[in-house]
C-alpha cells in the first residue's frame, strides 16, 4: 500500500494491534471496552483532562478505513504523550506482546478486548 500523504510512515502497516493494545496498557491508558463498532476497541488516556482524548484500535487492518484508524491512534498518542509520532511507532514496533503489564491484564498474541 502506498500512501498519498508523505508524512505516513509506511512502517504503520507492520504494527500489529496486539502490541498497540499491550504498549497502550503499559502507558498506563485505560481500556474501555469494545467500541459499538466491531473489531474496535477503546481506551483512554491515563491522566483525566477536560479534553481527554479516545482512541479506537482496530483489531483488523484489513482495508483503508482500519489503517486510518491505527494512523490517527498512533498521532493521538503522539500528540497526549507530547512526542513525535514516529517515536511512538517505533515503540509500538519494538513492543513485546507477551509481557505482563504493569497496570493491566496480559496481551495474547491475537489482541482481543481485555476482561475487567
Known amino acids: 500500500m502506498r500512501f498519498r500523504n508523505p508524512w505516513i510512515d509506511p512502517r504503520i502497516l507492520q504494527v500489529r494491534p496486539e502490541a498497540v493494545q499491550a504498549y497502550l496498557l503499559s502507558h498506563g491508558w485505560e481500556y474501555l471496552g469494545p467500541a459499538a463498532v466491531p473489531d474496535l476497541l477503546m481506551f483512554d488516556t491515563p491522566q483525566p483532562r477536560g479534553d481527554k482524548p479516545n482512541v479506537l484500535l482496530p483489531l483488523k487492518l484489513e ?30 514496533l519494538r513492543q513485546p506482546v507477551d509481557s505482563a503489564s504493569s497496570n493491566g491484564p496480559a496481551v495474547t498474541t491475537e489482541a482481543k478486548p481485555v476482561r475487567t
Not at 482495508?63 to 498521532?75: F, H, K, T
Not at 503522539?78 to 517505533?90: F, G, I, K, Q
Open 63 to 92: 482495508d483503508g478505513a482500519s489503517v486510518q484508524r491505527l494512523i490517527d491512534l498512533v498521532g493521538d498518542v503522539a500528540l497526549h504523550e507530547d512526542r513525535w509520532a514516529v517515536d511512538v511507532l517505533n515503540d509500538m
